[in-house]
Protein backbone atom coordinates (compact mmCIF):
# COMPACT_ATOMS: atom_id res chain seq x y z
CA UNK A 1 0.00 0.00 0.00
CA UNK A 2 2.59 2.76 -1.48
CA UNK A 3 -0.02 5.60 -0.65
CA UNK A 4 -0.30 4.33 3.19
CA UNK A 5 2.98 4.50 3.39
CA UNK A 6 4.13 7.45 1.84
CA UNK A 7 1.33 9.87 3.67
CA UNK A 8 2.50 7.90 7.07
CA UNK A 9 5.95 9.02 5.91
CA UNK A 10 4.62 12.41 5.12
CA UNK A 11 3.20 13.15 8.46
CA UNK A 12 6.02 11.70 10.66
CA UNK A 13 8.22 14.26 8.69
CA UNK A 14 6.02 17.24 10.76
CA UNK A 15 4.72 15.86 13.43
CA UNK A 16 4.98 17.87 16.55
CA UNK A 17 2.53 15.55 18.89
CA UNK A 18 4.30 11.76 18.32
CA UNK A 19 7.99 11.89 17.43
CA UNK A 20 9.27 8.13 16.06
CA UNK A 21 12.60 7.54 18.19
CA UNK A 22 15.53 6.26 15.93
CA UNK A 23 17.71 5.54 18.75
CA UNK A 24 14.00 3.55 20.39
CA UNK A 25 13.98 2.05 17.16
CA UNK A 26 17.30 0.41 17.11
CA UNK A 27 17.16 -0.55 21.20
CA UNK A 28 14.14 -2.65 19.89
CA UNK A 29 15.66 -4.16 16.87
CA UNK A 30 19.02 -5.06 18.88
CA UNK A 31 16.89 -7.29 21.44
CA UNK A 32 14.37 -8.30 19.20
CA UNK A 33 16.78 -11.43 18.05
CA UNK A 34 14.10 -14.27 17.86
CA UNK A 35 11.72 -13.12 20.52
CA UNK A 36 8.99 -12.49 17.64
CA UNK A 37 6.49 -15.53 18.31
CA UNK A 38 4.82 -16.73 15.32
CA UNK A 39 1.47 -15.96 16.81
CA UNK A 40 -1.45 -17.76 14.63
CA UNK A 41 -4.20 -16.21 13.52
CA UNK A 42 -6.69 -17.47 15.51
CA UNK A 43 -5.08 -18.02 18.86
CA UNK A 44 -7.42 -17.72 20.95
CA UNK A 45 -10.07 -20.13 18.73
CA UNK A 46 -12.80 -16.93 18.61
CA UNK A 47 -13.35 -16.88 15.13
CA UNK A 48 -15.83 -18.90 12.71
CA UNK A 49 -13.86 -20.91 9.77
CA UNK A 50 -15.08 -23.27 7.23
CA UNK A 51 -12.07 -22.90 4.39
CA UNK A 52 -14.89 -21.61 1.90
CA UNK A 53 -16.81 -18.51 0.77
CA UNK A 54 -18.87 -18.38 4.13
CA UNK A 55 -15.50 -17.67 6.45
CA UNK A 56 -15.44 -15.17 3.79
CA UNK A 57 -18.37 -13.41 4.52
CA UNK A 58 -17.74 -13.85 7.94
CA UNK A 59 -14.48 -11.87 7.91
CA UNK A 60 -16.12 -8.97 5.87
CA UNK A 61 -19.13 -8.76 8.23
CA UNK A 62 -16.37 -8.81 11.05
CA UNK A 63 -14.37 -6.03 9.96
CA UNK A 64 -16.98 -4.04 9.32
CA UNK A 65 -17.89 -3.83 12.41
CA UNK A 66 -14.12 -3.78 13.97
CA UNK A 67 -13.70 -0.59 15.91
CA UNK A 68 -14.30 1.74 18.74
CA UNK A 69 -14.72 -0.74 21.86
CA UNK A 70 -13.59 1.03 24.37
CA UNK A 71 -16.76 3.54 25.44
CA UNK A 72 -18.07 -0.03 26.59
CA UNK A 73 -15.60 -0.82 29.68
CA UNK A 74 -16.63 -5.08 29.05
CA UNK A 75 -17.02 -5.00 24.85
CA UNK A 76 -14.01 -5.75 23.05
CA UNK A 77 -12.66 -7.58 19.88
CA UNK A 78 -13.13 -11.16 21.52
CA UNK A 79 -16.39 -10.29 22.20
CA UNK A 80 -17.41 -9.73 18.50
CA UNK A 81 -15.55 -12.18 16.56
CA UNK A 82 -17.07 -14.84 18.87
CA UNK A 83 -20.32 -13.47 19.18
CA UNK A 84 -20.79 -13.16 15.29
CA UNK A 85 -19.06 -16.97 15.23
CA UNK A 86 -22.13 -18.23 16.94
CA UNK A 87 -24.76 -16.23 15.03
CA UNK A 88 -23.10 -17.56 11.83
CA UNK A 89 -23.37 -21.18 13.58
CA UNK A 90 -26.68 -21.20 14.40
CA UNK A 91 -28.18 -19.96 11.10
CA UNK A 92 -25.68 -20.14 7.97
CA UNK A 93 -27.62 -17.57 5.99
CA UNK A 94 -27.44 -14.53 9.19
CA UNK A 95 -24.92 -12.44 7.06
CA UNK A 96 -26.41 -13.10 3.38
CA UNK A 97 -26.25 -9.66 1.84
CA UNK A 98 -30.21 -9.12 1.98
CA UNK A 99 -30.12 -9.91 5.71
CA UNK A 100 -27.71 -7.39 6.32
CA UNK A 101 -29.50 -4.47 4.66
CA UNK A 102 -32.44 -5.01 6.80
CA UNK A 103 -30.56 -5.22 9.89
CA UNK A 104 -31.45 -3.30 12.98
CA UNK A 105 -29.60 -2.30 16.15
CA UNK A 106 -31.13 -4.78 18.40
CA UNK A 107 -30.93 -7.39 16.00
CA UNK A 108 -27.27 -6.86 15.78
CA UNK A 109 -26.81 -6.62 20.11
CA UNK A 110 -29.35 -10.21 19.83
CA UNK A 111 -26.98 -11.71 17.30
CA UNK A 112 -23.98 -10.65 20.04
CA UNK A 113 -26.08 -11.35 22.78
CA UNK A 114 -25.16 -8.17 24.19
CA UNK A 115 -26.80 -6.22 26.96
CA UNK A 116 -26.88 -2.72 26.23
CA UNK A 117 -26.83 -1.14 22.92
CA UNK A 118 -23.93 -0.61 21.48
CA UNK A 119 -20.97 1.92 20.67
CA UNK A 120 -21.41 3.66 17.78
CA UNK A 121 -24.43 1.48 17.47
CA UNK A 122 -25.88 3.58 14.74
CA UNK A 123 -23.35 3.45 12.57
CA UNK A 124 -22.63 -0.21 13.04
CA UNK A 125 -25.88 -0.72 11.65
CA UNK A 126 -25.67 1.83 8.33
CA UNK A 127 -22.38 0.00 7.46
CA UNK A 128 -23.78 -3.10 7.43
CA UNK A 129 -26.57 -2.11 5.61
CA UNK A 130 -24.10 -0.24 2.94
CA UNK A 131 -22.25 -3.63 2.56
CA UNK A 132 -24.88 -5.61 2.30
CA UNK A 133 -26.30 -3.49 -0.61
CA UNK A 134 -22.89 -3.00 -2.46
CA UNK A 135 -22.22 -6.68 -2.22
CA UNK A 136 -25.62 -7.66 -3.74
CA UNK A 137 -25.19 -4.67 -6.31
CA UNK A 138 -21.79 -5.61 -7.39
CA UNK A 139 -20.76 -9.16 -6.07
CA UNK A 140 -23.11 -11.22 -6.61
CA UNK A 141 -23.98 -10.75 -2.81
CA UNK A 142 -20.85 -12.64 -1.98
CA UNK A 143 -17.45 -11.14 -0.40
CA UNK A 144 -15.63 -14.39 -1.57
CA UNK A 145 -16.50 -12.43 -5.46
CA UNK A 146 -14.97 -9.40 -3.95
CA UNK A 147 -11.71 -11.29 -2.89
CA UNK A 148 -12.02 -13.32 -5.77
CA UNK A 149 -12.14 -10.30 -8.45
CA UNK A 150 -8.58 -8.73 -7.21
CA UNK A 151 -6.76 -11.66 -8.80
CA UNK A 152 -4.38 -12.55 -5.73
CA UNK A 153 -3.25 -8.79 -4.96
CA UNK A 154 -4.08 -8.06 -1.37
CA UNK A 155 -3.42 -4.46 -2.54
CA UNK A 156 -6.10 -4.19 -5.23
CA UNK A 157 -7.88 -5.74 -2.23
CA UNK A 158 -7.95 -2.87 -0.09
CA UNK A 159 -8.28 -0.35 -3.13
CA UNK A 160 -11.26 -2.14 -4.45
CA UNK A 161 -12.97 -2.22 -1.12
CA UNK A 162 -12.37 1.57 -0.65
CA UNK A 163 -13.88 2.61 -3.85
CA UNK A 164 -17.11 0.38 -3.72
CA UNK A 165 -17.75 0.88 0.73
CA UNK A 166 -17.35 4.42 1.88
CA UNK A 167 -17.48 3.08 5.39
CA UNK A 168 -13.44 1.63 4.90
CA UNK A 169 -12.32 4.61 3.16
CA UNK A 170 -10.14 5.79 6.43
CA UNK A 171 -8.89 9.04 4.74
CA UNK A 172 -7.46 11.92 6.84
CA UNK A 173 -6.80 15.87 6.10
CA UNK A 174 -3.53 16.55 8.08
CA UNK A 175 -1.67 19.80 7.25
CA UNK A 176 -3.66 19.89 3.89
CA UNK A 177 -2.52 16.96 2.59
CA UNK A 178 -5.05 13.63 2.55
CA UNK A 179 -3.67 11.05 4.32
CA UNK A 180 -4.30 7.27 3.31
CA UNK A 181 -4.69 4.73 6.60
CA UNK A 182 -7.23 2.04 5.65
CA UNK A 183 -6.96 0.17 8.89
CA UNK A 184 -10.29 -1.92 8.51
CA UNK A 185 -9.58 -2.81 4.65
CA UNK A 186 -5.90 -4.00 4.98
CA UNK A 187 -7.66 -6.07 8.12
CA UNK A 188 -9.57 -7.63 6.20
CA UNK A 189 -6.59 -9.41 3.38
CA UNK A 190 -4.64 -9.93 6.92
CA UNK A 191 -7.32 -11.82 8.05
CA UNK A 192 -8.04 -13.41 5.01
CA UNK A 193 -3.77 -14.41 4.95
CA UNK A 194 -3.82 -15.81 8.33
CA UNK A 195 -6.71 -17.53 8.58
CA UNK A 196 -6.59 -19.67 4.82
CA UNK A 197 -2.42 -19.64 5.88
CA UNK A 198 -1.47 -18.44 2.46
CA UNK A 199 -3.24 -20.46 0.21
CA UNK A 200 -6.93 -20.32 -1.72
CA UNK A 201 -8.70 -17.08 -0.37
CA UNK A 202 -5.88 -15.93 1.76
CA UNK A 203 -3.45 -15.70 -1.19
CA UNK A 204 -1.62 -12.89 -2.43
CA UNK A 205 1.66 -12.22 -4.21
CA UNK A 206 1.43 -8.82 -2.05
CA UNK A 207 1.06 -9.25 0.84
CA UNK A 208 4.14 -7.63 2.35
CA UNK A 209 2.65 -4.60 0.44
CA UNK A 210 -0.16 -4.60 3.69
CA UNK A 211 1.02 -2.23 6.70
CA UNK A 212 0.46 -2.29 10.33
CA UNK A 213 -3.63 -1.66 10.94
CA UNK A 214 -3.56 1.92 12.77
CA UNK A 215 -5.63 1.29 15.79
CA UNK A 216 -4.97 2.57 19.71
CA UNK A 217 -3.57 -0.79 20.79
CA UNK A 218 0.01 0.04 18.73
CA UNK A 219 0.78 3.13 19.38
CA UNK A 220 0.70 2.48 23.59
CA UNK A 221 2.89 -0.60 22.57
CA UNK A 222 5.44 1.09 20.76
CA UNK A 223 5.46 4.08 23.29
CA UNK A 224 6.15 1.79 25.57
CA UNK A 225 8.99 0.00 23.55
CA UNK A 226 10.33 3.73 23.47
CA UNK A 227 9.62 3.64 19.74
CA UNK A 228 7.28 6.67 19.90
CA UNK A 229 7.37 9.89 22.27
CA UNK A 230 4.70 11.74 22.83
CA UNK A 231 4.42 15.60 23.70
CA UNK A 232 3.72 16.12 27.43
CA UNK A 233 0.14 17.88 26.32
CA UNK A 234 -0.78 14.85 24.40
CA UNK A 235 0.44 12.31 27.38
CA UNK A 236 -1.62 14.08 29.73
CA UNK A 237 -4.52 14.04 27.98
CA UNK A 238 -4.04 10.17 27.40
CA UNK A 239 -2.87 9.45 30.73
CA UNK A 240 -6.31 11.23 31.65
CA UNK A 241 -8.75 9.30 29.79
CA UNK A 242 -9.79 12.43 27.83
CA UNK A 243 -10.87 11.66 24.19
CA UNK A 244 -9.22 13.24 21.10
CA UNK A 245 -11.46 14.46 18.59
CA UNK A 246 -11.17 11.92 15.89
CA UNK A 247 -9.28 13.52 12.24
CA UNK A 248 -7.43 15.91 14.42
CA UNK A 249 -4.00 16.46 14.31
CA UNK A 250 -3.10 14.31 17.35
CA UNK A 251 -5.31 11.44 16.23
CA UNK A 252 -3.70 11.23 12.70
CA UNK A 253 0.07 11.62 14.06
CA UNK A 254 -0.54 8.49 16.54
CA UNK A 255 -1.79 6.26 13.63
CA UNK A 256 0.22 7.44 10.70
CA UNK A 257 3.64 7.52 12.93
CA UNK A 258 2.71 3.86 14.29
CA UNK A 259 2.38 2.43 10.71
CA UNK A 260 5.77 4.86 9.94
CA UNK A 261 7.70 3.14 13.03
CA UNK A 262 6.61 -0.24 12.04
CA UNK A 263 8.12 0.26 8.14
CA UNK A 264 11.42 1.34 9.67
CA UNK A 265 11.50 -1.51 12.24
CA UNK A 266 11.20 -4.07 8.99
CA UNK A 267 13.66 -2.27 7.33
CA UNK A 268 16.39 -2.69 10.31
CA UNK A 269 15.51 -6.07 10.97
CA UNK A 270 16.05 -6.94 7.40
CA UNK A 271 19.41 -4.80 7.46
CA UNK A 272 20.42 -5.87 11.11
CA UNK A 273 19.35 -9.29 11.59
CA UNK A 274 19.05 -10.22 7.70
CA UNK A 275 15.37 -11.58 8.32
CA UNK A 276 12.43 -10.51 6.06
CA UNK A 277 9.05 -10.00 8.57
CA UNK A 278 5.82 -8.86 7.54
CA UNK A 279 4.69 -6.10 8.72
CA UNK A 280 1.23 -8.49 9.40
CA UNK A 281 3.35 -10.42 11.70
CA UNK A 282 4.64 -7.02 13.79
CA UNK A 283 0.96 -5.75 14.13
CA UNK A 284 -0.32 -9.07 15.27
CA UNK A 285 2.40 -9.32 17.67
CA UNK A 286 2.37 -6.03 19.10
CA UNK A 287 -1.55 -6.03 19.33
CA UNK A 288 -1.49 -9.48 21.03
CA UNK A 289 1.20 -7.86 23.77
CA UNK A 290 -0.79 -4.75 23.72
CA UNK A 291 -3.86 -6.95 24.79
CA UNK A 292 -2.32 -8.52 27.41
CA UNK A 293 -1.48 -4.93 29.28
CA UNK A 294 -4.60 -3.80 29.56
CA UNK A 295 -3.43 -1.18 31.68
CA UNK A 296 -1.21 0.77 29.14
CA UNK A 297 -2.87 4.18 28.68
CA UNK A 298 -4.46 3.63 25.11
CA UNK A 299 -6.13 7.02 23.14
CA UNK A 300 -9.71 7.26 23.05
CA UNK A 301 -11.52 8.33 19.96
CA UNK A 302 -14.99 7.84 18.83
CA UNK A 303 -14.41 6.93 15.45
CA UNK A 304 -15.79 4.37 12.79
CA UNK A 305 -12.08 3.64 11.12
CA UNK A 306 -10.79 2.30 14.44
Not at 1 to 27: I, P, W, Y
Not at 131 to 154: D, H, P, T
Not at 223 to 237: D, M, N
Amino acid sequence: MDQVKATAAFVANRSSHVVVDSAGLEKVVENIQDKIPKIEWDFEGIHYFDNGPLTVQYLFVLDTLNFCFWPDKNLNYDDLASGLKEALENDKSVFDADHLQKITGLQLRNLLKWPRPLPLEDERVRLLHEVGFELERSFGGKASNLVESCGRSAAKLVATIASHFPGFRDHSVYKGHQIFLYKRAQIFAADLYGAFKGQGYGEFDDISSITIFADYIVPAMLRKLGVLKYSSTLASIIESNKEIVSGSEEEVELRACSIYAVEKMRDLISVKLGKQVLSVELDLWLWAYGVQNPSLPYHRTLSIYY
